[in-house]
């Protein structure tokens, strides 16, 4: 396990030395952005609604009951902004994606593509994991603003037709702009950009250890997701300590 | 400078009392032997005895637990040497990335290393395709070629470094005879036009016999003979000759199955 960690800091130690170099790779960049988005965006906005729709509906009723539903907007606002957003785009993320970097570096490491660049002098950390940790790191935080607004959304639609909560959308984001404060989004927009690099760190590393042939992806990418979900939501405690007086 | 480097001929490789051994299992047992500029030296032997593990040694993706590799006198482990010589391996498999079209792929060098313009590389590439006598595939997928042609495009692709040094990791296995003597030919050719020293892995007795100026047989990660292929077939050595002799007779098949 330290072994792993140590090569996980060693990773990213080197692709943040090769990160001058990532204007040369931008076409590879670019290529990751779109394909980061075309995977998650539709999956994105559908978890976001719900999630932004469920938390409204869990919460909604029993404050409404104990006459405190003018905080409905507030709650669920904080919820999705700071937490379940970034969490849950995070978890998407690295399941659609981090698994498909795994395997990706992991076939080129089973098949000996990552030992042709070696010979023709091309590293892999600056040739493959740059790009990809750059990319995730531009995708997901911005995903994750998307998913905050969707998921306010999915929230202020069902308190406003719910018959149980019944709070229009004008009171929903009355309440939501008085609690929610802009460091409140800052918050929630660090900690996936921190979740970003973990995916990224961890999923590439995996990839680049790959041995054994497709038995050998196949174990890299479970473990890859696997490893990611729980950084992510060790982190997530970690992080909401550090910054939980960040408004 | 070398003269090696100055005039881009063919460089000397020694290898001397290389050792490995993978979980305490040995793999190399001490293995040395020198490779002349320009010459084809053939490193043949049955498959597990270490060919490969030794040509990933001499380009650089292992390290070995003891002895050492010199190109041109130099020990690889020095500083910059590696970059100094060029040095090219084609791959058992091609090693072709998957992701890259086959003119991605042959160009892939020096558009990484941002040598020459796009026009220029797209010119390179149709050269060093033709070289290989594949032509109008640049566009194609590795996944769309067959075996020889992966071969040929990985060829193509080591010709691009210019290199002083080629290894060649069992460059006619998995090949029709046809393919495999076009697979010889060229190693022969690339020698006579560029004078590139080249070391090849094979346990093909044709192809070794066929191409090689001198040939090693390597057996249990011991080279148990060096000479020239007349030398090695005179040799008296059980188990070279056990090797060279080698031979499926279908009427031994049938006395044993009796």
New interface residues.
């Given amino acids: 396990m330290f072994q792993n960690i140590g090569e996980l800091l060693t990773l990213f130690w080197r692709t943040l030395k090769a990160l001058p170099l990532v204007w040369?790779q931008r076409q590879k960049v670019f290529d990751q952005l779109f394909e980061i988005g075309n995977a998650s965006l539709l999956m994105a906005c559908i978890l976001s609604l719900f999630i932004g729709g469920v938390i409204t509906l869990q919460s909604g009723p029993v404050l409404v009951e104990r006459g405190f539903g003018q905080v409905l907007g507030g709650i669920v606002g904080l919820s999705v902004c700071k937490e379940l957003a970034p969490v849950m785009m995070s978890i998407l993320i690295a399941g659609r994606i981090g698994s498909a970097m795994a395997a990706?570096i992991g076939?080129?490491s089973v098949?000996?593509?990552l030992?042709?660049?070696?010979?023709?002098?091309?590293n892999p950390v600056q040739?493959l994991v740059l790009p990809r940790l750059v990319a995730i790191s531009i995708a997901l935080p911005t995903l994750v603003i998307f998913s905050i607004l969707i998921g306010w959304f999915g929230g202020a639609m069902v308190s406003a037709f719910n018959e149980r909560i019944a709070i229009s959308f004008q009171g929903f984001f009355s309440n939501l702009r008085e609690n929610v404060h802009f460091l409140s989004l800052v918050n929630g927009v660090l900690k996936s950009f921190i979740f970003a690099v973990v995916i990224g760190v961890v999923c590439c590393h995996q990839g680049l250890v790959t041995m054994g042939g497709p038995r050998g992806i196949g174990r890299s990418v479970t473990k890859a997701v696997v490893n990611s979900i729980v950084l992510i939501l060790i982190l997530d405690y970690v992080l909401t300590r550090v910054l939980i007086d960040l408004k | 400078m070398s003269a090696a480097t100055a005039n881009g001929h063919g460089v000397r490789v020694e290898v001397r009392g290389l050792r490995k051994s993978f979980d305490g299992e040995p793999v190399l047992k001490g293995v040395s032997f020198t490779v002349e500029p320009g010459e084809i030296f053939v490193l043949m032997g049955p498959s597990g005895s270490g060919k490969s593990v030794l040509l990933k040694h001499i380009i650089g993706l292992e390290q070995p637990d003891e002895g050492e590799i010199l190109i041109e006198g130099q020990s690889i482990t020095s500083p910059d040497v590696m970059s100094q010589y060029r040095m090219a391996m084609v791959f058992q498999s091609g090693a072709l990335l998957n992701s890259l079209t086959v003119g991605e792929n042959v160009g892939l060098y020096l558009a990484e290393h941002q040598l020459k313009s796009p026009e220029e590389i797209t010119k390179i590439v149709t050269d060093k395709l033709e070289l290989v006598g594949l032509t109008g595939i640049e566009s194609k997928y590795p996944s769309e070629l067959s075996g020889g042609m992966k071969k040929r495009v990985a060829i193509a692709r080591s010709l691009v470094i210019e290199p002083q040094l080629i290894l060649y990791d069992e460059p006619t296995s998995e090949l029709d005879p046809l393919i495999a003597v076009t697979i010889a030919e060229e190693i022969v050719a690339l020698k006579e036009r560029i004078h590139v020293t080249s070391l090849v892995v094979s346990h093909d007795r044709d192809l070794a016999f066929g191409v090689a100026d001198r040939l090693a047989i390597i057996y249990e990660g011991e080279i148990q003979l060096i000479g020239t292929p007349a030398e090695v077939r005179r040799s008296s050595n059980p188990l070279v000759h056990k090797f060279l002799t080698a031979e499926f007779k279908p009427n031994n098949l049938s006395h044993a199955s009796k």
């Fill in positions: 040369r990706e076939s080129m098949y000996q593509e030992d042709a660049l070696r010979t023709m002098n091309i040739y």
